[in-house]
C-alpha cells in the first residue's frame, strides 16, 4: 500500500506539469481553434532560459538562496517565453488567421522545429545537467516526499486557481470568452481581438515556463528535445480532460501522470507511453469531447 501512494505521489508531480503545458494548449484552441504545436518548444525554452539564469546568478553571487534562485529563475524564464510566443503570434500565426485551416497547423509544425534547432544550434546537442536545487525529503510512515515534488503541487493549484478566476472574474476573461464563442462579433461589440488572442498567448507562454523551470528542477537536466515527447503528452492531456476546459487540462495533465507513474511501478517501463495512448484512444471511443469538454454547438 504504501508503495502505491508513493506512485500516486510521483504520478500527481509529473502531472502537474504536463497539466501546466496543456492548459496553454486549451487556451489558444479555446480563443481561435488552433493546436499550437510549437507550445511544447516554448516550454522547452523556458527550461533552458531557467538554466542560463542559474548559471549566471551561481557564477555571480555565490551563496544565493535557492527560494531567491528559483523566483528569479520563474521571472526571467516567464518573460523570455512570453516574448517568444508573442512574436511566433504576432508573425507566423496572425498573417494567417484566415486562410484553410490546415495552413497555421503547418505553420506551428514548421515553428516547432525552427525552435527545436535553434537550441540545438545554439546550446548543443547534449543533455545540460545541474546540481540538486532543492533536495530536502520528509519521510511520513514510510512514505517519501520530497520538497520539489511538495513545490511543484503547490504551484500548479495557486496557477489553476488564478488562471480560472482570470478567465471567469475578470475583463480580460470576459473579452477572452466573447472571442472564444464568437470573433467578429466581439470585434463589433469593442473587443480588442487581436490584443485578447496575444494576451491569450503570453498567457500560455507564462505558464510553459513554469512548467519548464519545475521540469528542470525535478529532473536537473534539461535538453533540445524536451519540448517533443512532454510537449505531445501534455497536448493527449488536454485532448483527454476536454480541449477548451482549464480544470480538464489539469485533471487530463494528471491523469497522464499517474497513468505512467502506475505502469512505470507494476509494469515493463517500456510500455508507459503505449498504455497512455491507449486509455487516450478508448476515452475518447465513448467520450469524443473528453472527460470535462463540452461538444459544441453548431452556429446557424
Do not use: C
Request: glycine content about 10%; proline content about 4%.
Amino acid at each position: 500500500m504504501e508503495y502505491f501512494v508513493q506512485q500516486l505521489i510521483n504520478g500527481l508531480t509529473l502531472g502537474s506539469i504536463y497539466g501546466l503545458v496543456a492548459i496553454g494548449y486549451t487556451m489558444v484552441y479555446g480563443i481561435i481553434g488552433m493546436i499550437n504545436f510549437a507550445h511544447g518548444d516554448i516550454f522547452m525554452l523556458g527550461g533552458f532560459a531557467a538554466l542560463i539564469v542559474y548559471l549566471v546568478l551561481v557564477s555571480v553571487f555565490v551563496g544565493l538562496p535557492v527560494a531567491v534562485l528559483l523566483l528569479v529563475m520563474l521571472v526571467v524564464a516567464m518573460l523570455m517565453t512570453s516574448l517568444w510566443n508573442w512574436t511566433i503570434e504576432r508573425i507566423a500565426y496572425r498573417p494567417l488567421r484566415g486562410s484553410f485551416r490546415l495552413a497555421p497547423l503547418i505553420t506551428a509544425i514548421g515553428m516547432s522545429i525552427t525552435l527545436s534547432n535553434f537550441i540545438q544550434v545554439t546550446q548543443g546537442p547534449r543533455n545540460k545537467p545541474i546540481p540538486p536545487l532543492v533536495s530536502t525529503v520528509y519521510t511520513v510512515g514510510g512514505l517519501s516526499i520530497s520538497l520539489k515534488q511538495i513545490i511543484i503541487i503547490i504551484i500548479t493549484a495557486v496557477l489553476l486557481t488564478v488562471f480560472w478566476y482570470i478567465v471567469n472574474h475578470t475583463a480580460l476573461g470576459r473579452a477572452q470568452r466573447a472571442t472564444e464563442q464568437d470573433r467578429k462579433m466581439a470585434a463589433l461589440l469593442g473587443v480588442n481581438v487581436d490584443r485578447t488572442i496575444s494576451i491569450t498567448f503570453i498567457m500560455g507562454a507564462a505558464l510553459a515556463a513554469v512548467a519548464g523551470t519545475m521540469y528542470l528542477m525535478y529532473y536537473g537536466v534539461a535538453s533540445f528535445n524536451d519540448g517533443f515527447t512532454p510537449g505531445v503528452k501534455a497536448f493527449t492531456a488536454a485532448v483527454l480532460g476536454g480541449i477548451g476546459s482549464l480544470p480538464g487540462a489539469v485533471l487530463g495533465g494528471l491523469l497522464i501522470g499517474l497513468i505512467e507513474s502506475l505502469w512505470s511501478a507494476y509494469f515493463t517501463i517500456a510500455y508507459k507511453d503505449v498504455a497512455t495512448f491507449a486509455i487516450l484512444a478508448f476515452v475518447l471511443i465513448f467520450k469524443p469531447t473528453g472527460i470535462l469538454g463540452r461538444p459544441e454547438v453548431e452556429k446557424v
